[in-house]
Structure formats: C-alpha cells, structure tokens
C-alpha cells in the first residue's frame, strides 16, 4: 500500500508541468508528423512527397551543409578557447583570486545581456566602415565587409564565441574542480610534467563533463541563430544562411508542408546525434 | 569573497526593486507627457449633400403703390398730425393749414380772378366791337371797290366804244394826222380806261382782301378773348379747392387709408407744390427691397425663392423679381411679398438660398486646409503601432467644387461615406500626427 | 612573473567581453551629435571609419528621451517583463515539482518522461515550432502573450537543471522523513525546496536571463507590433537615432545585468549543475 503510494505520488508532482509537456509539444507534434503526410493542397496523403522536397530543396541542402559546418567548426573552437582560459584562471587563481572572480565575472557578462541589446554593437562593429574595420586599419589591414560572404562565417563564429565563452569556461573551470587533489598529488608525485597531468589524467577524469560542454556547445550553437537574425535579417550571406532561416522562411511563405516535413527530419537527425554521441563517449 | 557577493547581491536586489519602481513610474510619466502632446480632434463623417448659398440681408418693405397727399402750394402749415409710418383712415386729417393765410389767401384769388373776370369781359366787348367795326369796313370797303370797278368799266367801255366808232368812222381810209393823232389818243384812252378798269378791280381784290383780313383778326381776337378763359378756369378751381379748405376749417385730409411713408411738409413751412406726403397703400402690396454686395448677386437669379422675417414671423417663397445694378456696383433685389400683413417701411431680413449645387460630399470649412495652393482634408486612420491601435490624421488632397460660408463641396479620392474627416482640434494636427477622438 | 603576464593576457578577452555593455553605457550618455559624429561613416556613409570615444559632452538627453518620451518603449518593456514573469510563475509552479517528481521518485514511464525531457531540452526550436503554432492557432492563443509564455513555461531546460540540484539531495534524508510520518508534500516543501533552493534559484535565474533575450518564439507567433517583446522592438530603431536605440538597448539589458549581478554565484552553481553534476 505505501510502496504503492510512493510509486504513485511521483506522478502526481510530475503531471501537470508533462501535462504542458504533452500539450504544448508532444501531441502537437505527432500532429506534424501527420501533416508531413499530406500535401498542403486539400490534404490528402503525399506519401514522402514533402520529404523529397525538403531534402531535394536546395536551399534547405545549402542551410543545412551551412549550419553543420558551422557546428563543426565552432563547437570546437569555442571548447579550445574556453578551455584555454579556463587554464588561464584557474593558473592565476592562487595569488591573484580576487582577480581571477573577477574576471570570470567579466566572462559571463555576455550570457546575460540580451541579445537584442548588443546585436547594435555587432552591427556598428562588422559593419564595411565599422570598428573592427578601423582598427584593422590601424594595423595596415585594409577592411572588408564582413557581413557577405565567407567572412560573414567568422562573424558568425565570432559571435557564437564571444556569447559563449564565459559559460563554457565556467563548465571547463566546474570540471576541473571535480576531480581531486589526491589525483594531482599523485601524479607529481609520479614526477608527470603539467602536461601529461592534463592531457593523460585530467581530461580523462572529466570525460562526462567534456561530453555536457560538448552538449550544452551544441545546444547554445542552435541559439546563435538569434543573433544572425538580428544582424542580418531574413536572407543573410550565403556562408551563415542557417537551417532556422530556411524553416523561418518557410513559416513566412507558409508553406507549412516542407516546415512539417523537415521538422520531423530535423527531430530524427537530432535525436540521432544525441544518441551517437553519448554511445562515443560511453564507449 | 562571500561577503563581497553577499553586498553586491544585496546592492544589486535592492538596485533591480529600484530600477523596477522607476521603470513603473517612468511608464507612467511617459504615458501622461504623450497624452498631453497627442493632439485631440473632432471627427466628422461627411455628409453627402448639395451646398447651397444662403445670402443674409436686412432689407425694407415698400408699398407698391404710394400715393402722394398734395396740398395747395403756399400756404402756411399749422400742424401736421401724422408721422412716417402712421396708419391712417381715409378722410383722416393729416394736417391742418393756418386759416388766416388761407383765408387772405383764398381773397387773393377771388380778387384775381374777379380782376380777370372784368379783363376778360372788357376785353371781349372790344373785340366785339373791333369785329363790327371790320365788318362794316369790309362793307363799305367792298361797297366802294365795287363802285370803282363798275365805274371804271363803264369808262373802259365807253373809250372802247369810242375808239370803236372812231374806227368805224375812219374806216378803211388813209388818215389824217388828225385823225391819226386822234385814233391813237382814242386807243390810248381806251387801254389807260382798260388799264384802270382791271386797276379797279385789283384794287377791289385788295381792299376786300385787306377787310376780309381785318375782319377776321377781328374775329381771332374775338375769340381769343373767349380762350383766355383756362387760365380763369384753373384759379377758379384753386378758389374752389381754397374754399374747400377753409370749409374744412383748413384741414388736410387723406384720400384714401393707408400708411404714411413719408412727411415732407412741415409745420410753421410753407406748402410747396410737391407732394406734402407720401401715403402708401398697403393693400396694393408690399415690395421687399435690399441691397447686396455684387459677389453675393452673382450667386442670385431672377425666380429664386427667398425667406423674409420680419417680427418673429417668417415668409417663405418670396420669388426674386428684379436684379438691378446700382451705381456702385451693389445689386438691388426686389421682391413682391403677398398674403402678410405687413407694414411698408419696416425693415425685414431675407434669407436667400441660391440653387444648390450638385450633390457631394460636404465638410464643415473648418475642416478644409491648405498647402501651396491646393487643398486637403485630414481624414483619421487606424494604424496598428508598438502601442496598440492608434488614430493617426492621414492628408486626403481634395479639390473644392463648391463652397460657401460654413460647408464645402469636396471631392477627392479617398473619400467615403466612412471617411472621418478632422474638424477640429484642440492642437496643430499635421498629416502623419498622431491622434486621439475628443471625449465628451 | 608567469601568473602576471597571465593575468595580462586574460584581461584582453575579459575586455572583449564587457565590450559591448562598455559601448551601451558611454553611448547611453552620449550626445546625438556626438554620435552621428562618430558613427557618420556608416550612418552617412562618408569617408573614414566609424570611431568610437568616451562622450567629450555626457549628456542624458537620451534618457530623458526615452524614458520620457516614449511610451511605446515601456510599452515593449513591459510586455518583456510579463513574458518573462508568466514564464517564471509557471516554471515555479509546474517545473519545480517535476524536477522533485523526477528527482525523487521511481514510476512507469520515468525513463520515458526522462528521454522526452532531455530531447526535448536539445531540439532547436524549429523543430516544434510548426507543432506550437498550430496548436496555439487551435487554442486562439495566437497573437497574444500566452503564445509565448503557455510554452515557455513548460519547456524542459528548466526542470532538467533543478532536477540535477534535486539529485543531489540524499534519499536517506527523505526515507527518514518519512519514517517520522511526514506525508510527501511536506517533504517536498520542508526538505527538498529549502536544500535545492540554490538550485531553483539558480535555474530561475538562468530562465530570466533567457526570457529577457527571448527571440524565435515572439517572432513566430506573435503578430501585434503592441505586443512585441523589446528584443523585437530594439531591432527595429533606426541607426540615424543612435542615441535612442543605445540608450534604449541599454535600458532594456538593465534588468538581466542587475540580476546578473545579483545572482551571480547562483549562476555559476547554474552553470555548474547543468553540466557536471551528475
């Protein structure tokens, strides 16, 4: 009787936040997936019809390859960087803590502004005669444009860094902290150089951290579409023309097949990932 | 370091309950500083109808017919009892003449004419005895010529007779001198009594003719004396109008009821021979007159119906008869007013509506505005802003076909029976502004 | 020596950082005509680069500007502020208790709801995006800011990281609790809420930081310019009014800074959570 209430209550405490779950996204979607069916005229069965058109629509195919070598670059990139200053603090954080708080407090300022808010900055920073053009001058470089064209992909990696960073350092910084002492102690004792201590002991120990960061990473990198929409609207320069601007595009032009279509792919192609990746890093 | 966070945090949680409170107050702030500047309008649909011009005047009432009170001129007034616009009854008396000047007056003219008289009749027994004196001069005269001419006759007959018998006596023989001499003595005896045979008869001629025209200059002037007599005859009328008056005791009366219009005979003055005043009839009807400025007649045709008020009473119908242009430019308009009993020489006011113009849309003139020339309204418009729906005044250009004091006949693409056109407002609204409706 | 010459060099990316919150606060004091002085090239389009400097002649102007002025500014505010505090109202109200349900208790279908969860958390928002939308269309929720907020609040990021401080609560505690009799409600109130509180609080205060920043959602089902939250709003203030728009920027990110500030050590703990504990 008890167990049976135990077993119970959790329903109750989970119910109504799933209840939204259901309603919101889960029913509605198998709405979609019913759509995706049926062709946008009258609604009868079209078979894989909107499939074809999605994976066939070069637009999509372009977004697509755009927005996975976007992630294959930046994912990366943001990691290595973080991690690097995520060493640089924890290096200084004995003599100079106070420092050191300080500074992370200043990496994580990006996370908290909103993106609307600093997209102007961007705008005047990337623009052709904008300041990063100026300060290149101020080194000889002659400027460009750095919204058209693959230049515009730097933008965009620049910006998905500069957002993230802070957060991802954070995460470096938690990983490092969790594993303890007595391993480093160990390890000096072994007489191991600081780099075999990091590349052989460290990043091992914080194996499910490195998979969260690489998550989170890939999460934040959907986001970034946020920021490449307000700098440059609806149609931006090839390179960083995304898979979202494709779907909101679509939405825009309503054509609600290929948006049913592709976000069913999208869910599989993305459920995928999640998976293989936990399976590799499990491995 | 806690610490530190622990202030910050604290700083920080009290500087978001500020910042929150501001941003509440500010919201508030903003909104009355933009509900201050947004101007208030009134709107109004416009009405789909035909403009007409209604011209305003004061105007005065005239009698058709007046008559004119004449009094025999120069004599002396006394009193005058009516004044301009007094009704009167027929036998009234309108005034009254001082009666020792029209009775030295009236002596006057007896004597005149009794002078006359005498003239005319001394005149007529010298005529008369001209006449008879002529007539028995053409007697006498015709009586002699005629002796003349017979005796001359007798004469050239007898020189012809002689001169004849000489002839025979001679006969066809050669003659003497003597007898020569003698036969042309004998013609010449007969052509100077044949000469003075048809002598005496021109003679006769004349001398009749002389007398015939003696007689009758004679006879002109006999009658002359006769046609003397109008002159005689127009005193003795005025004796007769004198003693009328005196019979009336010197008082003037008026022929016929009615009001009077104008006095123009004083007392203490003499009367002229002009009228001594004016008596309008007010049965022979009224005539509305007025005056109007040469822009409003143009918009005024003969036949249009105008509406007269005069004492709270209102007429309506009253055709335009006449349109006369005045010396200074301004028009006349003249009106014939039946079935009222009003009084001449009053004042009215008229209401002259021209012919309305087509129909249209119309909007109060206070809602026609200008920019270089051409005209525009300011129509409101619905307008989905960061704020909600708002109403913004939106410029509808317009062309005016027709205008008059209070309305104007436009038309403009954009109108609409929908169209809600800004009349008023309690700022400067310019095209583009933003607005809000006056709440009553 | 190393550490100093560290410190250095990680000053620069900590400049880089607060970069753009630098710009937002000096342009926010600067002049219009300061301004369009600096900024010509790319507002004019002239010679020369836009340069950037600390204002010769600070002024508020542009506040008094805005926050005087214009009331479709706090009329964008606002409707940020309500998104977010109806998002936050219903994270407390339904995510908390899952996170605990999660956390807590074993049922049928826990691991289902789990890996619906997390999917859930990883899914771009296109890919509900057409399964919201029509929904919301049947609900006649479209176009209001329960669009935005109904979903948001229960989206799966939340719950997910204060399940992760949830975890960390001993089940022993809760065992024992309720030996001593205390029914599962009041464990949830008595001891699961007051230890997790750090992490409800930090999970919130992330929440905040992202409705503030909120984008897609707005911009897909949300049509009334009056309902705009101000991150659809700000884009659309033109460069030739500079000052306002970076003033308005500015205003607009205070919120999300102040609480930053505040909530600073939670948000790490936040961080923390969401991707090492586990």
């Known amino acids: 009787m008890n167990k049976m209430k135990k077993k119970y209550t959790g329903y109750f405490f989970i119910l109504p936040a799933f209840t939204g779950v259901m309603i919101f996204y889960i029913l509605p979607f198998f709405d979609v997936i019913r759509r995706s069916f049926t062709s946008v005229y009258g609604g009868g069965f079209a078979g894989i019809g909107n499939y074809t058109a999605v994976l066939t629509n070069g637009a999509f195919l372009k977004a697509a390859a755009n927005t996975v070598r976007f992630t294959l670059l930046g994912i990366p990139l943001l990691m290595a960087l973080s991690l690097l200053l995520a060493l640089g603090l924890t290096g200084i954080f004995g003599k100079y803590r106070q420092a050191a708080a300080l500074l992370k407090s200043t990496f994580l300022v990006p996370m908290a502004l909103p993106a609307a808010s600093v997209v102007l900055f961007f705008r005047l920073l990337f623009h052709g005669k904008g300041f990063f053009n100026a300060v290149l001058s101020w080194f000889g470089f002659s400027g460009a444009d750095w919204m058209s064209g693959m230049r515009a992909l730097f933008v965009l990696i620049f910006c998905y860094i500069w957002k993230n960073a802070g957060y991802t350092t954070v995460l470096w910084m938690a990983g490092f902290a969790g594993v303890p002492e007595s391993v480093y102690e160990a390890a000096k004792v072994d007489g191991a150089g600081a780099w075999n201590t990091f590349w052989h002991i460290t990043i091992p120990m914080i194996r499910p951290v490195i998979f969260m960061i690489a998550m989170i990473s890939l999460l934040n990198s959907f986001q970034i579409y946020r920021e490449v929409w307000l700098l440059a609207g609806n149609y931006p320069a090839e390179p960083i023309y995304l898979v979202q601007h494709v779907f909101h595009n679509w939405f825009l032009s309503l054509s609600m097949d290929k948006i049913a279509a592709g976000a069913v792919l999208l869910c599989i192609f993305v459920a995928i990932l999640i998976e293989f990746l936990q399976r590799i890093w499990e491995k | ?440 | 020596m190393k550490r100093k010459l560290l410190l250095c060099s990680l000053c620069i990316p900590a400049a880089a950082a607060v970069l753009p919150l630098i710009f937002l606060i000096t342009g926010s004091v600067t002049g219009n005509l300061e301004i369009k002085e600096y900024l010509s090239p790319i507002i004019f389009g002239g010679d020369g680069y836009a340069v950037w400097r600390f204002p010769v002649y600070p002024t508020f102007r542009n506040f008094v500007e805005l926050l005087l002025d214009s009331p479709e500014f706090f009329q964008m505010f606002w409707n940020t502020q309500k998104i977010t505090i109806g998002i936050l109202a219903g994270q407390i109200l339904f995510g908390v208790p899952a996170a605990w349900g999660l956390a807590s208790y074993e049922f049928p279908g826990k691991k289902m709801i789990y890996r619906i969860y997390i999917l859930l958390m990883m899914m771009p928002f296109q890919v509900t995006m057409l399964s919201e939308y029509l929904q919301l269309k049947s609900l006649s929720l479209l176009d209001t800011h329960w669009a935005v907020i109904l979903p948001g609040m229960f989206a799966t990021f939340t719950p997910f990281l204060i399940y992760r401080f949830f975890c960390d609560i001993p089940k022993e505690l809760l065992e024992a609790a309720r030996m001593d009799g205390a029914g599962e409600l009041r464990i949830f109130f008595s001891i699961g809420l007051p230890i997790g509180s750090s992490g409800v609080i930090a999970a919130l205060l992330l929440a905040f930081l992202t409705c503030q920043s909120m984008l897609e959602e707005p911009l897909t089902f949300i049509e009334t310019k009056s309902r705009f939250p101000l991150s659809l709003y700000l884009p659309q203030i033109d460069l030739t009014q500079a000052g306002f728009a970076i003033c308005a920027s500015f205003v607009a990110a205070l919120p999300a800074v102040i609480l930053f500030l505040m909530g600073q050590d939670y948000l790490e703990q936040g961080i923390v959570a969401a991707g090492v504990k586990s």
């Open chain 2, 1 to 440: 370091m806690k610490e530190n966070h622990k202030k910050i945090r604290r700083m920080a949680a009290k500087a978001l309950a500020w910042f929150f409170a501001a941003m509440v107050g500010l919201t508030i702030v903003s909104r009355a500083a933009a509900s201050f500047t947004v101007p208030r309008v009134i709107t109004k649909i416009p009405e789909y109808q035909s403009v007409s011009h209604t011209v305003y005047c004061d105007g005065t009432l005239l009698a058709k017919r007046e008559m004119a009170i004449v009094a025999e001129a120069d004599l002396l007034i006394d009193t005058v009892f009516v004044s301009v616009g007094q009704r009167i009854e027929e036998g009234q008396t309108v005034a009254s003449l001082n009666l020792e000047d029209l009775s030295e007056k009236t002596e006057l003219l007896r004597e005149e004419i009794r002078a006359a008289e005498q003239e005319r009749e001394a005149q007529q027994t010298n005529s008369s005895v001209a006449l008879k004196r002529a007539k028995e001069d053409l007697e006498t005269a015709s009586s002699c010529a005629q002796r003349a001419v017979d005796r001359a006759k007798e004469e050239a007959e007898s020189a012809a007779a002689a001169y004849q018998s000489y002839q025979n006596m001679l006969g066809s023989r050669d003659v003497t001198e003597e007898e020569y001499r003698q036969s042309v003595a004998l013609l010449e005896e007969k052509k100077a009594k044949q000469e003075a045979y048809e002598q005496a008869q021109r003679d006769k001629e004349t001398a009749l003719r002389d007398a015939n025209r003696a007689m009758e200059d004679a006879t002109q002037s006999a009658k002359q004396s006769d046609v003397k007599q109008p002159g005689a005859g127009q005193r003795q009328k005025q004796l007769e109008r004198f003693e009328a008056l005196l019979a009336a005791k010197g008082n003037i009366t008026a022929p016929t009821a009615g009001m009077i219009t104008e006095v123009i005979g004083r007392a203490g003055q003499k009367t002229t021979d002009t009228a001594f005043c004016m008596i309008a009839d007010p049965g022979s009807g009224l005539l509305f007159s007025a005056q109007v400025s040469r822009e409003d007649a143009d918009l005024i045709e003969i036949g249009d119906t105008m509406t007269l008020t005069h004492n709270n009473q209102k007429v309506e119908d009253v055709t335009v008869g006449a349109l006369k242009t005045e010396s200074d430019g301004s028009v006349t308009i003249l009106a014939d007013v039946v079935g009222t009993d009003w009084t001449p020489g009053s004042s009215a006011k008229m209401e002259l509506s021209g012919k309305p113009s087509e129909r249209g849309f119309t909007v109060p003139l206070s809602a026609l505005r200008s920019q270089d020339g051409s005209y525009y309204l300011l129509v409101l418009q619905e307008t989905q802003t960061v704020l909600g729906t708002q109403k913004m005044a939106v410029r509808v250009d317009v062309t005016v076909q027709e205008k008059n004091d209070n309305l104007a006949l436009v038309e403009g693409g954009g109108l609409s029976g929908e169209s809600e056109v800004i009349i008023d407002s309690d700022r400067a609204v310019s095209n583009g502004s933003q607005v809000r409706l006056w709440e009553k």
